[in-house]
């Protein structure tokens, strides 16, 4: 089979690009970001990095000719981002992903458009049926633009469908492992990872009780796999996630626990405001109902927190040991 991961050379798309060549598969992975999460690919003959925007449909027509299927994983991702830039999250989020859509839809591919749990927002009634109702603040609140960028993606895969496409979405509650952004920046787990190898305290938001579901990436893989290879998937909407909930508080104490350091004291209790302006708001809780992603695409998560972590630290350490720092995979796009 041959695929087209657009992002492959972001974090779920590299390693879901390395399950596809793992199974025999061609791999193009398209990306703009530099390809350091992919250099270990790089020589293997089934596989093809391609320097390509998602805003630049010609581009990357040709490869959506030669595939048998498109994961669609280019996206801006990341809370800095979300109230730094929003306009490069809307801009790249949502034409990148029509782009997709109807570049796989003119030639007859299947697609799978990677979503994300922000669309259920801060949604009080967990856990999150995928059909449940979306619940956000105010558009003057930078948070909601990658959750309203992603479900006008849906939103175009359901239009897209009507017209004959064979589309999945999969909704991400999460993920986490190695190749996760670039140490101190991004999400929870990689400024952690940097306080936590630096011997820094964690810096904890708020009173630190608000959860969320993390998912080994191992995982998440499995999920995104199954939503591209499964015929009963064709149509579908898949929360792609662990169940098990976390504080970030109980997260803090866990990695301290695992790094041998003091799961007590080694905490640091800060403001949001501080961290993240005005213009942002947390979600308390985030929980999945995981019974389609067990029933239907049969890959319920396996992996513990605390295995998943140990994995993850263990390649943080090694990285910054030996090799430059990774960098995120955020796309580039034109000014207004
Ligand atoms: N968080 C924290 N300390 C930090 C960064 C994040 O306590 O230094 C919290 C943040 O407030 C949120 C959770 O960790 O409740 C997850 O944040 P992340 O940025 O990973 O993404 P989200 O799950 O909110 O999309």
């Known amino acids: 089979m041959k695929v087209l991961v657009t992002g492959g050379g972001g974090f779920i798309g590299s390693h879901l690009s390395e399950a596809h060549l793992e199974r025999g598969d061609e791999v193009w992975a398209l990306d703009t970001a530099p390809n350091l999460k992919v250099r270990h690919l790089l020589s293997h003959p089934r596989f093809h990095y391609v320097k390509a925007s998602v805003l630049d449909a010609e581009a990357m027509e040709a490869f959506v000719l030669r595939c048998d299927l498109v994961y669609h994983h280019a996206a801006v991702v990341g809370v800095e981002h979300y ?20 570049l796989a839809h003119r ?39 990658y959750s309203t960028s992603k479900a006008v993606g849906e939103h175009y895969a359901w239009a897209f ?12 509650f999460n993920v986490y492992g190695p190749r996760l952004d670039k140490i101190d920046v991004g999400r929870v787990i990689t400024i952690f990872m940097g306080q936590l190898l630096r011997g820094e305290s ?9 959860t969320r579901c993390f998912t080994y990436i191992d995982d998440a893989v499995r999920g995104t796999m199954a939503a591209g290879l499964v015929p009963e998937a064709v149509g579908g909407v898949f929360n792609v996630g662990d169940d098990r909930e976390t504080s970030i508080l109980e997260l803090a104490r866990t990695l301290l626990r695992i790094g041998g350091r003091d799961p007590q004291k080694d905490v640091r209790f800060v403001k949001q405001e501080d ?11 985030r929980v999945p109902d995981i019974t389609r992603l067990k029933n239907v695409l049969r890959a319920a998560p396996r992996t513990s927190l605390a295995e ?25 796009s034109p000014r207004p």
């Open 161 to 172: 469908q009507r017209m004959g496409l064979e589309v999945s979405v999969v909704r991400y």
């Open 107 to 145: 030639h007859g591919k299947r697609l799978v458009l990677a979503s994300t749990s922000e669309v259920y927002g801060r949604n009080p009634k967990v856990p999150w049926k995928e059909e449940d109702d979306r619940v956000l603040g105010a558009t003057t609140m930078d948070r909601w633009c």
């Open 308 to 332: 998943g972590l140990k994995t993850t630290i263990d390649w943080f350490k090694r990285e910054t040991e030996t090799k430059p720092a990774l960098t995120s995979s955020a796309g580039e």
């Open 83 to 102: 109230v730094d830039d929003p306009f490069n999250v809307l801009n790249v989020n949502i034409h990148g992903t029509i782009n997709a859509l109807r």
């Open 275 to 285: 961290i993240y302006g005005p213009r942002y708001e947390d979600i308390p809780r």
């Open 202 to 210: 964690l810096t904890v938001i708020g009173d630190g009780l608000q």
